[in-house]
């Protein structure tokens, strides 16, 4: 072969300029830590304690006094914020899903 025939050898990439790789993340949240997940919903004698239930099956030490309540101008409804350990998203995920299923809660955020 003669060297007219030889393919020029392909530079490397520059990459000094480019940021080094970081390792993808799933979640934001650093575990096991507190999470505050507020839930609104008519205001019955029953929202707090059914709330208060449902948190300890996702969070046997939850702690029922640090329970913030805010009600509603007109009375209606109450607001429930809950702190949880939260210990994986996956633990927080379906917290959210059997939360926003019980027939008294309206929203969960």
């Known amino acids: 072969m003669s060297p007219s025939n030889t393919p020029a050898p392909t530079p490397a990439p520059d990459t000094s300029a480019q940021p080094p790789l970081q390792p993808r993340k799933d979640s934001l949240i650093e575990y096991p830590s507190p999470f505050p997940i507020k ?21 046997p030490a939850f702690d029922a006094t640090t329970i913030e309540l805010r009600e509603s101008k007109g009375g209606k409804y109450l607001g429930v914020t809950v702190t949880v350990t939260a210990t994986s998203r996956e633990q927080l995920d379906e917290l959210y899903r059997t939360l ?5 809660v309206k929203v969960v955020l």
Do not use: W
């Open 39 to 59: 839930v609104m919903g008519s205001k019955t004698d029953d929202l707090v304690h059914a709330i208060t239930l449902i948190a300890r099956q996702f969070d």
């Open 100 to 104: 926003s299923t019980h027939p008294l």
